[in-house]
C-alpha cells in the first residue's frame, strides 16, 4: 500500500497530512516510507508542546529535545510555536533517576560531540568566566535539573519561532530572565547574532493556584524586536514591593512628573534597558487576572512604542499591593496619543469588596485626554468611583449634580463605542443613580459626538434588573445608537476565554481562565 501511496504527488500528501488526528498519529505516519517522512518531519515540529510530565516537574524528554535541536539546526528551524505548561525541574525538586522510564526524567543523549556543542553554546552567552562555570555547573551533568537553564538554551536555538506560549513559576526563573533581557537590550552575543528576530506572539502565564507570578519575564517580552501581541495572565507582587524599578532604577511619572537627569546619567541599567528609547512595535498588550505593583506597571508601559490596544483586568486578590485606580490611568496615560482600544476591567470578583483600605484609592478616572481612542470598555467603579457607587449622593446635592454629570466629563470627544462590563451594579436597585448618569450623558451627546454603540455587559439575574436594562435600550436607540445588553453570569465557567480584544485568540489552558456562557438579552 505504501507504493501506491508514494505515487501520489506532494501536495496532495501534504494536504493529507495537514489532517492527520490525532497529532500522535503523525510519528507512525513518518515511519512509512522516506517520501512521507520528509513530507511529516515539519509538521512534527511545527508546533512544540510540553508538559509537567515527569515525577519531579518539568517534562521527562526536555533534554533528548534540546539535544535534538542544538545537533540539528535544519530541525530547529522547522520550529514556529513552542507551549509549556506546568512547573520547570530545578535541582531541589528532582530526586534523581527513576526505577523506570514511564515518568522519571530522561538522560542527555549519549553522543561524542555532546560536551562539546553543549560547551561553545555556553561560551558563546556568558559574559565572565565565572558566569560559564555555573551554565556548565547546571547544564552539563547527565540530568541536568535546571530547566530554566536548559530552556533558556532551548529558545535561542529556534531561529524561526514565532509563538511563544510559556507557563511559569516564581521559583529559579534567572537564568531565562538574564537571557531574555540581555536579547531585549541587544546585549552580546546578540548584538551580532540576535535572536527570537520573528518572534511576534507571547503569552506569559502564571502557573500558582493561588498566589501571584512574578512577571519579571513580562518587561523584557516588551522589548524583543519582533515583538507585536503580548499577553500575561496571573502576573502580580505578592506584596508591595516593586520587582523592576530596582532592576531599572528609572523613577515612575506617577512618582517624578520628570525623570530625573541626574540618575539617567549615572546609571548605566537604565541606559540599556531600552526605556527611553523603546522599540518595541506591539500592537496589543494585555494582563487579565493580573496586580503589578503600581510603580512596575508604568515601567512596563513605557517600553512599548505607539500600541493600539491595550488590555488591563486587574485581579489576583492574593496580590497583596494596593490598587490605586489614578495611577493605572497616569500610567496609561503613556500612551494617551496612540491607543485607539482601550479596556480597564476587574475580575468577577470586585477588588474593593470589603472596602477602600488605607493604601487603595478607587476614586473615578477620566479618559478625556486619550485623544486617539475610539473603542473603550470598562467597569463602572473607575467611571463613578467606588465611595459614588455605593452611596448615592444626597439628591438634589452639589454631590449628585456632580456625579450625575460625570460621563459628560469623562469621555474623549473621538469615541464611538462604549462597552461597560460588571453592569450588574449598573441596573440594580442599590444602584440605581448609575444608570442615570448615563441617560444624561445620552441626553448631552454632544460630549461623544462620533458615539454609535453602547454596551452593557454583565451577571443580571433578577427580572428587575433585566427590565431596567431593557429601558435604558430603549433611550439609546431613541437617540440613534446601536445598543446590546450581554448577560454572563459569573462563577459558571462552562470554557476558556480567548484572548485579545475580540478575545478571538487562542493559546493553551490557563488556570483560572474560564468564562460562562454570554447570552444577549436586548434587543
Not at 552575543?189 to 503569552?203: A, H, K, N, Y
Not at 491607543?339 to 474593593?352: G, I, K, N, Q, S
Not at 476565554?497 to 454570554?518: A, L, Q, T, V, Y
Request: charged share 25%.
Amino acid at each position: 500500500m505504501s507504493t501506491s501511496i508514494d505515487l501520489l504527488s506532494v501536495e496532495l500528501l501534504d494536504n493529507i497530512v495537514i489532517f492527520v488526528q490525532p497529532r500522535s498519529a503523525l510519528f507512525q505516519l513518518a515511519l512509512v516510507s522516506r517520501k512521507f517522512n520528509s513530507l511529516v518531519t515539519p509538521h512534527l515540529y511545527q508546533h512544540i508542546f510540553l508538559d509537567s510530565n515527569s515525577t519531579d516537574g518539568g517534562n521527562r524528554h526536555i533534554l533528548p529535545l534540546t539535544f535534538l535541536i542544538l545537533q540539528k539546526p535544519s530541525i530547529a528551524s522547522l520550529v514556529r510555536s513552542f507551549t509549556f505548561r506546568g512547573s520547570f525541574q530545578d535541582e531541589e525538586s528532582w530526586s534523581g533517576p527513576g526505577d523506570t522510564d514511564d515518568d522519571s526524567r530522561l538522560p542527555w543523549p549519549e553522543h561524542p560531540d555532546r560536551e562539546n556543542i553543549l560547551r561553545r553554546l555556553i561560551k558563546k552567552i556568558s559574559h565572565s568566566e565565572e558566569e560559564e562555570d555555573e551554565w556548565l555547573e547546571k547544564v552539563l551533568p547527565q540530568y541536568a535539573p535546571w530547566d530554566d537553564a536548559i530552556f533558556s538554551l532551548l529558545l535561542i536555538s529556534l531561529p524561526n519561532l514565532r509563538r511563544l506560549d510559556l507557563e511559569i513559576t516564581n521559583n529559579h526563573m534567572g537564568s531565562l530572565e538574564r537571557i531574555f533581557n540581555r536579547i531585549a537590550s541587544s546585549e552580546p552575543p546578540f548584538d551580532v547574532s540576535p535572536v527570537f528576530t520573528q518572534l511576534s506572539d507571547i503569552m506569559i502565564a502564571g502557573n500558582d493556584d493561588r498566589y501571584p507570578t512574578d512577571y519579571v519575564l513580562l518587561y523584557p517580552c516588551c522589548r524583543f524586536p519582533a515583538i507585536k501581541r503580548l499577553y500575561g495572565h496571573r502576573l502580580g507582587a505578592e506584596e508591595d514591593s516593586p520587582h523592576l524599578s530596582e532592576i531599572t532604577s528609572v523613577p515612575s511619572p506617577i512618582e517624578t512628573p520628570e525623570l530625573d537627569e541626574s540618575k539617567l546619567h549615572t546609571d548605566d541599567r537604565s541606559q540599556s534597558s531600552g526605556l527611553n528609547n523603546p522599540t518595541s512595535t506591539i500592537e496589543t498588550f494585555e494582563l487579565r487576572d493580573s496586580k503589578l505593583h503600581l510603580s512596575d506597571l508604568p515601567i512596563i508601559l513605557r517600553a512599548l512604542k505607539s500600541p493600539e490596544t491595550l488590555v488591563i483586568h486587574i485581579g489576583n486578590s492574593w496580590a497583596w499591593t494596593p490598587t490605586r485606580t489614578p495611577d493605572i490611568l497616569s500610567a496609561l496615560l503613556i500612551h494617551a496619543t496612540s491607543v485607539r482600544r482601550l479596556a480597564l476591567d476587574h475580575e468577577d470578583y470586585y477588588p474593593f469588596e470589603e472596602g477602600v483600605g488605607p493604601d487603595d484609592n478607587a476614586d473615578p478616572v477620566s479618559f478625556i485626554r486619550f485623544i486617539a481612542l475610539t473603542h473603550l470598555r470598562v467597569a463602572p467603579v473607575f467611571l463613578f468611583g467606588h465611595a459614588d457607587m455605593f452611596n448615592a449622593p444626597e439628591p438634589e446635592s452639589v454631590d449628585e449634580a456632580a456625579m450625575l454629570n460625570r460621563l459628560r466629563g469623562a469621555l474623549p470627544l473621538t469615541l464611538e463605542s462604549l462597552y461597560v462590563t460588571h453592569a450588574e451594579f449598573v441596573f440594580s436597585n442599590e444602584h440605581a443613580h448609575l444608570a442615570k448618569a448615563f441617560e444624561i450623558l445620552l441626553q448631552h451627546k454632544e460630549c461623544v459626538p462620533h458615539l454609535r454603540e453602547i454596551v452593557f455587559e454583565g451577571a443580571l439575574e433578577k427580572e428587575k434588573s433585566r427590565r431596567r436594562a431593557g429601558e435604558m435600550i430603549s433611550i439609546v436607540k431613541e437617540m440613534g445608537l446601536d445598543a446590546r445588553v450581554i448577560h454572563r453570569t459569573h462563577y459558571e465557567y462552562v470554557r476558556q476565554r480567548g484572548w485579545g480584544w475580540d478575545e478571538e485568540e487562542s493559546f493553551e489552558m490557563c488556570m483560572h481562565n474560564d468564562i460562562g456562557e454570554k447570552v444577549q438579552l436586548f434587543p
